[in-house]
T-cell receptor, first 114, second 113 residues
Framework: AQSVTQPDIHITVSEGASLELRCNYSYGATPYLFWYVQSPGQGLQLLLKYFSGDTLVQGIKGFEAEFKRSQSSFNLRKPSVHWSDAAEYFCAVGAPGDTDKLIFGTGTRLQVFP | GAGVSQSPSNKVTEKGKDVELRCDPISGHTALYWYRQSLGQGLEFLIYFQGNSAPDKSGLPSDRFSAERTGGSVSTLTIQRTQQEDSAVYLC???????????FGEGSRLTVL
């Protein structure tokens, strides 16, 4: 069965600092991988997705993520965090050819200090 | 805007009552999903509709939960005989066919007293 682990429940960074949010998955093959962001009072929004090809994917708002098969990871990164990035971030996994039912991690809450 | 719309945004009910939560997906999206978001639990898949196919109900936690989608558009999630553990935010999402990108509504927060 597919599963997703986000080991960090809460992360605090200073504005302008770099950011890496961890995501590990369990799946028998290479899954489809996603990062979503949930800003306060808003619905979840897709940041980026990986289906195949280049293992470094670019998303919106300056985010990127790297798929590492050997580590079963899909960590989200941003070189310089802005105060508006404070939100909850969810990693999700879907089965190739059947992305219809995404399995989400428990989320990482990001707090940004000025 | 033309996003996913959910109602009510907040619902407080007494234990044992039935509740209905509504979702209006984005026009033209064939797939519709319900997830439940509880504190510290992430998003729990409940049910998925795709076109005229039979829904995937594998995530419904008990037979008190049911959902329907009328005319391939609006969906209603019904919880019968609510329990306190049903308290959560219920999220609806829609998607173009198997795109992997889900468009979420802002959710319906259910509180069972």
């Amino acid at each position: 069965a597919q599963s997703v682990t986000q080991p960090d429940i809460h992360i605090t960074v200073s504005e302008g600092a770099s950011l890496e949010l961890r995501c590990n998955y369990s799946y028998g093959a290479t899954p489809y991988l996603f990062w979503y962001v949930q800003s306060p009072g808003q619905g979840l929004q897709l940041l980026l997705k990986y289906f195949s090809g280049d293992t470094l994917v670019q998303g919106i708002k300056g985010f990127e993520a790297e798929f590492k098969r050997s580590q079963s990871s899909f960590n989200l990164r941003k070189p310089s965090v802005h105060w508006s990035d404070a939100a909850e971030y969810f990693c999700a996994v879907g089965a190739p050819g059947d992305t219809d039912k995404l399995i989400f991690g428990t989320g990482t809450r990001l707090q940004v200090f000025p | 805007g033309a996003g996913v719309s959910q109602s009510p945004s907040n619902k407080v009910t007494e234990k044992g009552k039935d509740v209905e939560l509504r979702c209006d997906p984005i026009s033209g999206h064939t797939a519709l999903y319900w997830y439940r978001q509880s504190l510290g639990q992430g998003l729990e898949f409940l049910i998925y509709f795709q076109g005229n196919s039979a829904p995937d109900k594998s995530g419904l936690p008990s037979d008190r939960f049911s959902a329907e989608r009328t005319g391939g558009s609006v969906s209603t999630l019904t919880i019968q005989r609510t329990q306190q553990e049903d308290s959560a935010v219920y999220l609806c999402a829609s998607s173009p066919l198997s795109s992997g990108e889900l468009f979420f509504g802002e959710g319906s927060r259910l509180t069972v007293l």
